[in-house]
């Protein structure tokens, strides 16, 4: 490989640093995807109330 104009234009010296941090980039955002909850709806509570003259109770009896 040809030497280059100045030593600060080498990348080789730093790849081991830059390997190292895109490792702790992906493990932490691996760890925050695992660790993620989607947020519990939340319900209302709704009452119905029916008058009582609309409602017809029959009874079924069955034969023994």
Avoid: C, H, W
Wanted: glycine letters at 4%; aromatic letters at 8%; proline letters at 9%.
């Amino acid at each position: 490989m040809q030497t280059k104009k100045s030593p600060r234009a080498d990348l080789e010296s730093k790849r081991g640093i830059m390997f190292l941090i895109g490792l702790a980039i992906s493990l932490g955002l691996i760890y925050a995807v695992f660790n993620y909850e989607k947020p519990k709806p939340t319900y209302e509570e709704v009452t119905v109330t029916l008058p009582a003259e609309s409602l017809t109770i029959t009874e079924i009896i069955s034969p023994p």
